[in-house]
């Protein structure tokens, strides 16, 4: 486990800026630590034999502004307890601010009840880092917009969206994409991607689910046109491949051309590497809001760092300055290319 500390102070704030990356994916949190130009700096943590999980940093974080960095990975829970346990330790040890990076929101799909004596856990989960201590979240490509309300407090949503349509349309032909919705729900994302692609086409799935059996989908039939053309298929994150897949092979038998897949979150439980690499797209693209596992690595997988975002935004941030506008900037690059 490491801190990261600032070498150099910012401008005229009177205090450094620490960084706690937890082991969700501490890579990543190297990864922007470099584009922030800060050093590693060490931190205790370790797991009893009955599980319980300790934290402690080695060095001072009074009146610092720290943002703690946490992808909840495999195992997940446990990547929650320990995200609780360091904001505790941060807020005793008289941090000024504690702002909580989540490349990945976890519980991010229980976001409201579909039915009777439900747990809203997206809700409690945002209850759970208020109550320990944090001052504020910052998160990528939320499920739903909803959740940013969850919290009570400041919440930056970061959008992965023009990192990855702005790699979409370097490669493909932008004047033959057709973006397309895994399902009907996220047709408002494929308008944003469409949007962002210079005005593409939209189509979506329609599909069905058993709410009695999780990961389980039926993909019934493409809404839009599709024949002739590349398609986009884009979501916010894949688990086991099952939604993504299914509709990749709707879109060729519509008469789909080529397929290529984009999604934020690779999830990737099994056996999501199989069902990509055979569902016929020539091309995977997704983030590293998560670590990947070698054996969950496939031929036609690509991976953008999403960490020069993370690190723009941290030092808005810390700054005082505005994280919406390195998304005004984005699409003011987009629309001059």
């Keep these: 486990m490491s801190f990261l500390r600032v070498v150099i102070e910012w401008f005229t704030k009177a205090h450094f800026p620490t960084g706690a990356p937890g082991r969700g994916y501490p ?24 599980g319980e999980i300790f934290v402690r940093s080695q060095e001072s974080v009074r009146g610092s502004d720290v943002f ?4 909840c990975a495999e195992p997940l829970n446990k ?35 579909h039915r009777g004596r439900e747990p809203i856990s997206a809700r409690l989960v945002a ?23 969850f919290f009570d407090g400041p919440v930056d949503h970061l959008l992965a969206q023009p990192l990855l349509a702005d790699y979409v349309a370097a490669k493909y ?9 895994p399902d009907s729900g996220r ?8 949007q962002r692609l210079g005005g593409s086409p939209v189509a979506f799935i329609h599909k069905t689910r058993d709410p009695n059996r999780p990961n389980q989908v039926v993909a019934n039939r493409v809404v839009g046109e599709v024949a002739g053309h590349t398609c ?30 984009a999604a934020t979150h690779a999830v990737l439980s099994p056996p999501a590497a199989e069902r990509l690499s055979e569902c016929g797209a020539s091309e995977v693209v997704l983030t590293n809001t998560l670590p990947i596992a070698l054996e969950r690595t496939f031929a036609t997988l690509t991976v953008l760092s999403i960490a020069p975002l993370l690190a723009r935004a941290i030092h808005e ?7 919406t506008s390195l998304f005004e900037e984005m699409s003011s690059a987009s629309h001059e290319t």
């Excluded at 032909?173 to 919705?181: I, P």
């Excluded at 941030?317 to 994280?323: I, L």
């Design 127 to 149: 209850d759970l880092f208020k109550t320990a201590g944090a001052h504020r979240l910052m998160a990528v490509d939320l499920h739903t917009d909803q959740i940013q309300g």
């Design 317 to 323: 941030v810390f700054e005082d300055g505005s994280v």
């Design 68 to 71: 703690l960095i946490q992808s």
């Design 187 to 194: 047709v408002r994302t494929a308008e944003k991607w469409a």
């Design 27 to 50: 890579d990543l949190a190297d990864e922007v630590a470099k584009h922030l130009d800060v050093q590693v700096t060490p931190q205790t943590t370790y797991d009893f034999a009955n």
């Design 173 to 181: 032909d932008v004047a033959d994409l057709v973006v397309v919705s």
């Design 79 to 113: 990547m929650i307890m320990e995200t609780l346990l360091m904001i505790d330790g941060l807020k005793r040890a008289s941090a000024k601010r504690i702002t909580v990076v989540l490349p990945y929101y976890p519980y991010s799909r229980q976001d409201k009840k």
């Design 232 to 261: 986009v298929l884009v979501d916010d994150m894949i688990d086991t491949g099952g939604t993504i897949s299914k509709a990749a092979t709707r879109l060729f038998e519509a008469g789909a051309q080529d397929v290529v897949i």
